[in-house]
């Protein structure tokens, strides 16, 4: 396997691969990644599509790109996806899928023409005082000791950032500012969590820091996440004969140790509750998704809050992952993640709106009509004064196809679900659905003698707590994250979160799909290279255009600094006096 970049490869067929037609799939997990292995198994790699196999345990395909509608409890949307120009991995599957709702384009010729007829960008990103614009002025309000900070962050060696936390390359003065409110609300970041990890975000999407503050930089699909991209590829898959098996839960697979190679040769598994074996040869290539964001999720519904268990285990692919390190140290440190559940957890909220009572105030705070059928408030709008640091969202709507005209669905999440609400008085993991809308209703300006009846009548919410859901954010160290293949493993491959590939990020759907294209083009030796991350970090342009945003305009001259960083400044600025260096910095107004 190896990368490319530009459009030589990436719109070139590859030859088939040797032994393709001898080749079975065993993917265990039916989420993003499995179903992209899949699809690339069967594009590039073209194995016959009745060769593979997708192996869940739940009753449906997603993973963590979900999307229901429960006759019990309501609409249910655990969390959104949010999407970029360069999800390079991404991109290139879907122009291979064909869309649901128009015959003859692609999924990314239909999400290509939303996003230039309904382009996203908020105009109201953050609220305090009860559904009073924060009127952050789309600045980050980094002083110049917190711009300082970050700088050095983002030059620090990734080695030396090992099981470190935000904590300790960050301080008080960086916490103040709006950088950090968009970033830690947008990425879902804790001051606990990885450094490393949030210098690798800074890097990877560096080209997008002037679009933090209005999430112009964001792109959104026409519904939810499991109509608009799990639906047509699984539709895809199933029509070139993929084997779909639900209720299957893989326990463990076995392997032998040669010197010179690894190979999977057994997986266990329960099926109809039976434990089963299953015999593997060289030509079996398995797919394992090791742990999960969304594992021991608990739902409660508008009457009750969600009740995590996870006394009785930690879910699945957690203990999958555990079964398969514990026999090579190749395979990864899973405890590293799942161990910690007060550090990794939050909680979300699926609100449907039954009526047009509470629309005029999503109407006030967005500057938009959300019955328009467009982009409504363009990304999450954060609480800023919230106890529990609240933020909310409407996309599209509606955001699902059997939505009844009239209603609206939003989503919900609050990253201190521990702390006491400030209308309800209680931590968000002891509250009900309507008691989570009561305290998203004070947040949006509803007089106070009105928030619980219209919470009870007017709206209908289904709470989800989330154990894992910033498992992969936590510090971390080399080798933690096994590689996507790892070294000298012939039939066997990680896919997901939580495998290691180098400089792209994870707690995206592009991680999910590069990992997938990694590991098929590695174990099938697929002559085409997978297309490298968007490089702006490398880019002097787009560092001197990220510098002049994170500055909100101020000219480097301006900037208190350290004596030594003056002097070198000053001498520096003499050695380009003349040059094109020089007109650059003038181009993005830094000098």
Known sequence: MYYSNGNYEAFAKPRKPAGADEKHAWLVGGGLASLAAAAFLIRDGQVPGNHIHVLE???????????????????????????????????????????LEQEGVSVLDEFYWLNKDDPNFSMNRATLEQGRSAETGNRFELSDAAALELMGLFFTRDEDLYDKTIDDVLD?????????L?????????????????????????????????????????????????????????????QFEYGVKVTNVLFHFFPDRKVAHQM???????????????????????????????????????????????????????????????????????SDIEATRWESATVTLLDDRIASYLEKISHRDPYAGKVVTGGIVTVKDSAWLMSWTFNRQPHFKAQPEGQLVGWIYGLYPDEPGDFVGKPMKECTGAEI??????????????????????????????????????PRAAGDRPDVVPEGCVNFAFLGQFAQTPRDTIFTTEYSVRTAMEAVYTLLQVERGVPEV???????????????????????????????????LHAGLEKLQGTVLEEMLERYQLI
């Open 57 to 99: 345990e739940a009753e449906l395909p997603g993973g963590a790109c979900d999307g229901l509608f429960r006759p019990e409890m309501g609409f249910v949307i655990r969390g959104g996806r949010e999407m970029e120009n360069h999800y390079e991995c991404l991109w290139d599957l879907y122009r291979s899928i064909p869309s």
């Open 172 to 180: 008080e003065e960086f916490y103040k500012s709006n950088f950090w």
């Open 182 to 242: 968009y970033w830690q609300t947008m990425f879902a970041f804790e001051t606990w969590h990885s450094a490393l990890e949030m210098k690798l975000y800074l890097q990877r999407f560096l080209h997008h820091i002037g679009g933090l503050p209005d999430l112009s930089a964001l792109k959104f699909t026409k519904y939810n996440q499991y109509e608009s991209l799990i639906l047509p590829l699984t539709k895809y898959l199933e029509e070139q004969g993929v």
């Open 268 to 338: 266990v598994l329960l099926r109809g509750g039976r434990e089963e074996t299953m015999d593997l040869t060289e030509n079996d290539l398995v797919f394992v998704t090791n742990g999960s964001c969304t594992e021991a999720s608990a739902l409660g519904d508008n009457d009750h809050p969600p009740v995590v268990d996870v006394e009785s285990g930690q879910g699945s692919s957690w203990e999958l992952w555990k079964n398969i390190a514990v026999q090579n140290p190749l395979f990864g440190r899973p405890e590293k993640f799942c």
């Open 437 to 474: 809308c009561m305290e998203w209703l004070y947040h949006l300006g509803v007089p106070e003698n009105e928030i619980e009846t219209l919470a009870h009548t007017a709206a209908n919410t289904v709470p989800c707590m989330m154990p894992y859901v910033t498992a992969f954010f936590m």
């Open 534 to 568: 968007f490089g702006s970090v490398y880019d002097l342009r787009c560092l001197l255009n990220a510098t002049h945003y994170l500055l909100d305009g101020r000219r480097l001259t301006e900037m208190k600094l350290p004596l030594p960083y003056k002097l070198a």
